[in-house]
């Protein structure tokens, strides 16, 4: 069988070539070694003639047809009849490094205009704010900018918005000083300037603030960004009063990559030839390994050959050492049942032994490094690392932990000691006086460890165990302090509302109905988070009518979608205020939090009061509604109308 033959035997074809944009009926010819040359084949379509194919595919010069046919004679060892162009023929449409190629439009551009009857380069340019056409040969490879644009050819016109490859020169920037700044535009929010200058952590928004307040002295409100006005992005991590700067890419670095979603630091690594992401480290001064990563943040992967990392350690296993997930892809939460016969936290430690407060001789028959640093309370992606680092800096031992060695018997080491000075090698700590110790199982997560112990949320866990990172991973075998008297619980830490009464609605919310009581429980959790489930379950308590959703549901049944929560019931949804009048679908992957940041929000719970009746401790689904704005309430959520609008106008049953 032949290419043509080959190739027409599909349906149709659509493969991007290395920087075409997508177009049908396109393959690439990796699989074919005699065509290497040619990067890009296309199946001619009716009523095309040779100047539409060669347009298509961004060829230039006064003759398009011209540089294609030459293309195909050099390349592909066919003579093209532009006079002629039979439909189904396959021609080669692209390649690099000959002067009849065509230009390619840059693969991560941000924008990319298809070109229509009066366009050129210099109107493009007025249109789209570049200073001069030359500039579009920046991110359009091979674009000849004296040379005419024809109509549909495709011009990348803003280019990617990632940071520029660069390494601060450290200590001579002074602490306090901006390394960069910006000028606010129309559209600007904050979380969006904060992960595209690679801000990390659970709140990039957070961050941005900080450096503003810190190094210009500057308050603002993310909710109403003064345009115009100037603000600071960048910063050098000097010291730790700086730890809310972002990370930077090297100065050598040759290959950088967007983060998408669903992406983590380990896939990025591995996808890029690495081990794991300890690899990223000399590539990306200042990047937190334990720290989240957000879509939009810039990795850099490759470096000039001296910059290229040495191979790592292979992870740990996979079953032993889960991975970190950026906060658009955490899986749903499962709640287990508390551990009856839990262990009473951490075993008694040994004295002192140089530097380090405590230390442990390894059991009879061996024990493995990320065992042992587990029990101890290591958080993080790499439990085991953290207490080879914790070893050599305080007793300037080595600990082979590679591979998941077992660490000899009788072998004495450090477990044990409170960051200080930089370090982030320690462990948390349980708080003295706790009465009741959890050990954490497969599928745990610290929102609901603290709601099953009667807490609120995960930020509620953080006095009781004095260094414990929410949005570090927690691993089965971790033990953390849920009851001590010592504490008395006040508002989360990273959560602003009010405390919930049982129904999740904050107490003296305007415009929300009174919620019925429930005993004594502040706050309940559902833990059947499936939304059919929930429907059965309405529909039977209220209806006494039990659903088949097995199957599609019968054209004109009558069903119970709305309700509130009395006593005992958690199969009510939460409601949008009447006043609401600006509404977003969730899309997969969305949280509170991203979706609260995208609307002007500092976090999730801002969305409470906007929706009555929600549980930002619950995940969302793909489908939910949630009134982000609302009139009266420009950015905050403050002053709501009455009412509330959950369900159409049916009548009730």
Same mark, same amino acid.
Request: charged residues 10%; proline residues 14%; hydrophobic residues 30%.
């Given at each position: 069988m032949n290419l043509a033959t080959l190739l027409l035997s599909f349906v149709s074809f659509s493969i991007t070539s290395n920087a075409l944009a997508v177009v049908d009926n396109t393959v690439q010819l990796s699989s074919y070694p005699q065509y290497k040359d040619c990067k890009a084949v296309y199946i001619v379509q009716a009523n095309e003639a040779c100047f539409d194919v060669a347009v298509k595919f961004n060829h230039q010069g006064p003759d398009p047809a011209a540089n294609l046919m030459q293309l195909n004679s050099e390349l592909f060892g066919t003579s093209l009849d532009c006079n002629n162009l039979n439909v189904g023929i396959v021609v080669c449409v692209d390649c690099e490094g000959k002067p009849y190629c065509p230009y390619h439009v840059a693969n991560d551009c941000t924008k990319v205009h298809k070109c229509e009857k009066g366009d050129t380069l210099n109107t493009l340019a007025s249109i789209y704010g570049v200073s001069n056409k030359s500039d579009f040969a920046q991110f359009n490879l091979g674009l000849q900018v004296e040379i005419n644009v024809y109509p549909e050819h495709q011009v990348c016109v803003i280019p990617p918005t990632k940071p520029?490859?660069?390494?601060?020169?450290? +200590?001579? *920037?002074?602490? %306090?000083?901006?390394?960069?700044?910006? *000028?606010? &535009?129309?559209?600007?929010?904050?979380?969006?300037?904060?992960?595209?200058?690679?801000?990390?952590?659970?709140?990039?928004?957070?961050?941005?603030?900080?450096?503003?307040?810190?190094?210009?002295?500057?308050?603002?409100?993310?909710?109403?960004?003064?345009? +115009?006005?100037? *603000?600071?992005?960048?910063?050098?991590?000097?010291?730790?009063?700086?730890?809310?700067?972002?990370?930077?890419?090297?100065?050598?670095?040759? !290959?950088?990559?967007?983060?998408?979603? +669903?992406?983590?630091?380990?896939?990025?690594? &591995?996808?890029? +030839?690495?081990?794991?992401? !300890?690899?990223?480290?000399?590539?990306?001064?200042?990047?937190?390994?334990?720290?989240?990563?957000?879509?939009?943040?810039?990795?850099?992967?490759?470096?000039?050959?001296?910059?290229?990392?040495?191979?790592?350690?292979?992870?740990?296993?996979?079953?032993?050492?889960?991975?970190? &997930?950026?906060?658009?892809?955490?899986?749903?939460?499962?709640?287990?049942?508390?551990?009856?016969?839990?262990?009473?936290?951490?075993?008694?430690?040994?004295?002192?032994?140089?530097?380090?407060?405590?230390?442990?001789?390894? !059991?009879? %028959? %061996?024990?493995?490094?990320?065992?042992?640093?587990?029990?101890?309370?290591? &958080? %993080?992606?790499d439990p085991a690392q953290k207490l080879v680092s914790m070893n050599q800096r305080l007793l300037g031992v080595t600990l082979n932990c590679q591979n998941q060695n077992v660490l000899q018997a009788g072998v004495t080491i450090c477990v044990d000691c409170t960051n200080t000075g930089g370090a982030t090698d320690c462990p948390y700590h349980l708080s003295q006086g706790c009465t009741k110790v959890y050990t954490i199982v497969a599928g745990d997560e610290l929102n609901k460890i603290a709601m099953m112990n009667g807490l609120r949320n995960g930020s509620d866990l953080l006095p009781l165990n004095p260094g414990l990172n929410l949005d570090l991973v927690i691993f089965p075998g971790n033990h953390v302090c849920v009851v001590n008297p010592a504490f008395a619980m006040g508002p989360a830490a990273n959560n602003n509302q009010p405390k919930p009464v049982s129904s999740g609605i904050p107490v003296g919310a305007v415009g929300v109905p009174a919620a019925p009581a429930r005993g004594d429980c502040p706050k309940t959790y559902v833990v059947n988070q499936d939304p059919a489930a929930k429907i059965l379950s309405l529909n039977q308590r209220l209806l006494n009518v039990s659903l088949n959703c097995g199957a599609p549901l019968q054209a004109g049944t009558t069903v119970c979608v709305g309700c509130l929560n009395n006593v005992g019931t958690t199969d009510c949804p939460f409601m949008m205020s009447a006043t609401c009048t600006s509404v977003h679908m969730v899309a997969t992957g969305e949280t509170f939090n991203s979706i609260a940041m995208a609307n002007g929000f500092t976090n999730g719970a801002s969305l409470v009061a906007l929706n009555p009746g929600i549980d930002i401790n619950s995940p969302l689904v793909a489908g939910n509604k949630v009134c982000v704005k609302a009139s009266g309430a420009p950015g905050n959520g403050v002053g709501l109308g009455g009412g509330t609008m959950p369900y159409p106008n049916l009548p009730p049953i």
């Open positions: 520029p490859p660069y390494t601060p020169q450290y +200590g001579k *920037v002074p602490d %306090g000083a901006c390394a960069r700044t910006h *000028v606010l &535009q129309n559209g600007d929010n904050c979380y969006d300037l904060a992960v595209n200058n690679n801000m990390q952590g659970p709140d990039p928004a957070a961050r941005l603030i900080s450096i503003n307040q810190r190094i210009l002295g500057m308050n603002f409100n993310c909710a109403a960004l003064p345009v +115009g006005a100037t *603000v600071c992005v960048d910063c050098m991590r000097i010291g730790v009063a700086a730890s809310d700067c972002p990370y930077h890419l090297s100065q050598t670095c040759s !290959k950088i990559h967007t983060v998408a979603e +669903g992406e983590t630091l380990t896939t990025i690594a &591995q996808a890029n +030839g690495m081990a794991d992401a !300890k690899g990223l480290l000399p590539l990306n001064p200042g990047l937190d390994l334990d720290a989240f990563i957000y879509a939009a943040n810039t990795v850099c992967t490759q470096g000039t050959p001296n910059m290229n990392p040495p191979n790592q350690n292979p992870p740990p296993s996979p079953n032993n050492n889960p991975t970190p &997930q950026t906060p658009n892809t955490r899986p749903s939460p499962v709640v287990n049942a508390p551990n009856p016969n839990y262990v009473p936290g951490p075993q008694p430690t040994g004295p002192p032994l140089g530097a380090c407060p405590h230390t442990y001789v390894v !059991k009879q %028959g %061996g024990e493995k490094c990320f065992d042992i640093g587990v029990n101890f309370n290591q &958080q %993080g992606p």
